[in-house]
């Protein structure tokens, strides 16, 4: 198509591409919908204030975002994220409060990084529980991943019967009084948890691209079969997928029980359907293979923008929800379109070549 | 045996069909004549099973037209074929196993009361009528699942039956099928013919065809080279006409010394579903520089000992030993990374992951030889990547597009570029000319003599008499999974590689003795 004589078949194929390109930018151009459209129907909506409670609220669902898009581009699917998250904060608040009693009259206390790294080990220990059904004892993930979501939802209520740990301000003798800075402490006039945001966000999208666990991951998503007969380590690849969502969903439930400064059991009900949403919104394929990072993150702030903004507007949770629930729709409406244009142009240059 | 006394039922008129990257079929006229078998031979992707789609409306023309009784016909799915009473026959069998035999029958037709409520007792009754006219004994009950490959068959046959088809397209239909077996076939095909149903039967094995045809179309590259009726035809003008007269190159150019042992196996064993062994207790040796071809029949269990050498089945028994180095575990990264590469059969399933690009297929198996700790040097990738595409005479318009815009021998290559960046010492090709057309078969035969020459050793596996005897060293012949025949290049003979692929599939001992 580089040179100069242009045929219809050339132009077809230009406006092809044209279109192809604002598909593939959909997420982006609805974001920035989305914000036009706020910050005149809605007040306040620009303020700086607002900025960061929101950007607060869409990091929670793009950290579970980020390691779901993993595991979806992997060909599975993690319903535990959610009650990660309630078992996560609930560990972190009973450390902060009690340490650990290790029956000789005395307890163990740590401070505040020993008690993030104790609580992201938990979290990367139910994702490898759950790598580990999945591979080994052959459970479908989406069953392997229900079971562990009541069995962690269930374990974080008996942890503390029910009740709330309250005022986890920390303690400065035991050097955990920096607790609460995870969640309301801010760096250059940003938030710590936006700034944990951009390390994992970053981290996530150098393996996805520059790593051959990265490649593989999608490979193991596009065809699994393919992928072993290749020699990539399928079992290995699916280990990771699901220990990093654990470690992920383990961030959002330390930063939620530092930014509330207490822990319930039941935090974090459904969150994983906002994150399965967040990376189909993004662009994520959930029959595996293909997904960004990137789009994740984007797909994630549509929602909060979305959910935030209309809360502003003062228009009621229900349709808030019914909203929600048409975006999605919306989206992979048009992503399935986008797949067709994008064979199409494919194809085209391709029988352009074998001509 | 006269044309006349057979009315054409169905015909191609100036059909054209296109797929992205070839031409399969180019302004064919076909007729298809009722009351009358209708060969069809080609060489594989030469177009017939691509025709039998188009009839079966599997497949919709490009151009040209479909007639039936003068009038022309559109068939947008399987079903609107089914209703003008056509029914085919697939090579690769369309069988649901977790349904039992009367299940898979009358899928989608069942015998029902008031449309609601499934009659089984009908449909049993019917499979055992039909079973009984197929001469087989297998049980309605029993799960397909269960079955033999060449019971199965037998099934999609009975299927078809139980559809009243006026035209039957047999795709391949004894391939699975021992000699008693086709001969029942044969009878059942008798019967029909007098019923006057149409009949198209395709089949590489040519004593076959000219037993049992009325008349022959023969197909190459998508074009009819010949049509006529059955009298006069013998193998000399089949073969003609098959290959043309520039008969395929594939001679080998110069003759190398082979080097040290580079493959043994001993006495490999692999169960398979069914109770008995995919692979009973296969040995074999291979030399550097060596192409040995494994000759077999469908189901012989070829695919399954490429796949065990590789170390794709965790329970298998027997040693394998790459130049000199006995393997460990199974573990098929573990053996890639010992100088084993294998290029699966079916490329869709098993050599390439469709939605990723043509890159990300090519170097999935060795992102080692590009990567610096866990860092990938994407540079480097794509020059690997062009280098290879350039040596491979791969037609692609980026290597960024999915794989999947490919048309079958591109593919091909694709595969054998990934399992060549891996830097292999032998070589496991399973059909590597399956589905490709005939120009990017002979690149990918040169290939392989080119790597043979540089010293790899191959072992590949094919169902084509020609390819194998043209391409080989030295052949061993697999049936039943066990290794019937083993043969140099100087003493083997088409007759000794058919006999011996028939052993074991013959009914009884005293066949199996003198084989």
Redesign the interface.
């Known amino acids: 198509m580089t040179d100069s004589t242009v045929s219809p078949a050339a132009t077809q194929a230009g406006s092809n591409h044209t279109l192809l390109l604002l598909l593939k930018a959909r997420t982006f151009i609805a974001l920035i919908l989305v914000f036009v459209f706020f910050s005149i129907f809605a007040p306040n909506f620009l303020s700086t204030a607002n900025m960061v409670i929101m950007s607060k609220h869409v990091a929670l669902n793009a950290f579970l975002a980020i390691g779901m898009t993993f595991v979806i581009v992997s060909g599975g699917i993690d319903l535990s994220v959610g009650s990660i998250v309630g078992l996560c904060g609930m560990v972190a608040g009973y450390l902060l409060l009690n340490g650990i009693d290790i029956g000789l009259g005395w307890s163990v206390q740590f401070n505040t990084l020993e008690i993030c790294l104790i609580v992201s080990l938990v979290g990367i220990s139910i994702g490898a529980l759950n790598g580990f059904l999945i591979t080994k004892l052959n459970v479908a993930p989406f069953i392997a991943t229900l079971g562990t979501l009541y069995i962690a939802r269930g374990a974080a209520m008996l942890s503390s019967e029910g009740e709330t740990f309250p005022n986890l301000t920390g303690n400065a003798e035991y050097g955990s009084q920096s607790y609460r800075l995870i969640g309301s402490g801010d760096f250059l006039g940003i938030p710590i948890s936006i700034w944990m945001l951009i390390a994992v966000g970053l981290l996530a999208a150098y393996i996805a691209k520059r790593t051959p666990l990265g490649r593989f991951i999608y490979a193991v998503g596009g065809n699994e079969r393919a992928a072993g007969l290749s020699g990539v380590k399928v079992t290995r690849v699916k280990y990771f997928v699901y220990m990093f969502s654990g470690f992920c969903a383990a961030l959002v439930g330390i930063i939620i029980s530092s930014q509330l400064v207490a822990a319930h059991p039941a935090t974090g009900d459904t969150f994983e359907l906002n994150a399965i949403a967040a990376a189909v919104l993004g662009g994520t394929s959930m029959s595996g293979g293909r997904g960004k990072i990137g789009g994740t993150i984007v797909g994630a702030f549509v929602i909060g923008v979305l959910s935030d903004g209309l809360v502003m507007m003062g228009v009621s949770a229900f349709w808030q929800t019914v909203i929600k629930g048409m975006v999605i729709i919306a989206a992979v409406v048009i992503d399935q379109a986008q797949q067709k244009v994008q064979a199409k142009v494919a194809l085209q240059a391709q029988a352009a070549v074998g001509k | 045996m006269s044309g006349s006394a057979h009315p054409v039922g169905l015909s191609i008129r100036e059909g054209t069909k296109v797929y992205?990257?070839?031409v399969a079929l180019k302004e064919v006229d076909f007729d298809l004549r009722m009351g009358a078998v209708n060969v069809l031979v080609g060489e594989n992707g030469a177009g017939k099973s691509t025709m039998m789609k188009v009839i079966a409306g599997v497949e919709q023309l490009t151009s040209g037209r479909v007639e039936m009784d003068g009038h022309e016909v559109n068939f947008h799915s399987t079903d609107d074929a089914e209703h003008h009473g056509i029914g085919i026959v697939f090579q690769e069998l369309n069988l649901f196993p977790n349904l039992t035999v009367s299940e898979n029958i009358f899928m989608a037709h069942e015998k029902t009361r008031l449309g609601i409520d499934i009659d089984a007792e009908a449909q049993r009754a019917e499979t055992r009528a039909l079973m009984r006219r197929l001469e087989h004994d297998i049980d309605p009950d029993t799960l397909v699942g269960d079955l033999k490959v060449g019971q199965q068959q037998i099934v999609e046959i009975a299927k078809s039956l139980s559809r009243d088809a006026r035209i039957l397209i047999l795709d391949e239909p004894t391939s699975a099928l021992s000699n008693a077996e086709v001969e029942i076939l044969f009878r059942v095909i008798e019967e029909l013919k007098a019923e006057g149903v149409g009949i198209v039967y395709i089949s590489h094995r040519l004593e076959e065809l000219i037993r049992v045809g009325d008349h022959i179309t023969v197909l190459r590259d998508g074009v009819i080279t010949g049509a006529q009726s059955m009298e006069g035809v013998d193998i000399p003008w089949i073969v003609r006409n098959m290959i043309g007269e520039s008969s395929k190159d594939f001679a080998k150019e110069i003759d190398h010394p082979f080097g040290e042992e580079a493959l043994r196996i001993e006495d490999m064993r692999l169960a398979d579903s069914s109770g008995g062994f995919a692979v009973d207790g296969v040995s074999l040796s291979l030399r550097q520089g060596e192409i040995l071809g494994i000759y077999g029949l469908m189901g012989a269990g070829r695919t399954e000992l490429l796949e065990a050498i590789?170390g794709?089945h965790h329970h298998v028994t027997g040693d394998v030993w790459v130049h000199g180095e006995k393997m460990g575990k199974p573990r098929?990264?573990d053996r890639?990374?010992k100088g084993l590469a294998?290029i699966?059969e079916d490329r869709k399933?098993?050599?390439?992951?469709?939605?990723?690009s043509i890159r990300?297929n090519m170097t999935?198996?060795s992102?080692?030889a590009f990567?610096h700790g866990?860092?990938?040097d994407?540079e480097g990738e794509r020059s690997r990547v062009a280098d290879f595409v350039k040596r491979m005479v791969i037609?692609?318009?980026?290597p960024e597009?999915?794989v999947?815009?490919?048309?079958g021998g591109n593919q091909q290559k694709v595969v054998i570029s990934?399992a060549l960046m891996?830097g292999p010492r032998v070589l496991l090709m399973d059909e590597p000319s399956r589905g490709i057309d005939i120009g990017a078969k002979a690149e990918v035969f040169r290939v392989m003599r080119q790597l043979a020459a540089e010293g790899l050793g191959i072992v590949f596996v094919t169902s084509d008499l020609e390819e194998v005897l043209s391409l080989s060293d030295r052949i061993i012949v697999m049936s039943n999974g066990r290794i019937t025949g083993e043969f140099s290049k100087e003493e083997v003979t088409e007759t000794k590689l058919v006999t011996a692929s028939a052993v074991g599939h013959a009914p009884d001992r005293a066949e199996r003795e003198t084989a």
């Open positions: 992205p990257g070839t590789i794709r098929v990264a890639i990374a294998l699966p399933h098993d050599g390439l992951v469709q939605i990723l990300e999935l198996s992102v080692g990567t866990i860092h990938m994407l037609k692609i318009a980026s597009n999915p999947s815009a490919l048309s990934k891996t």
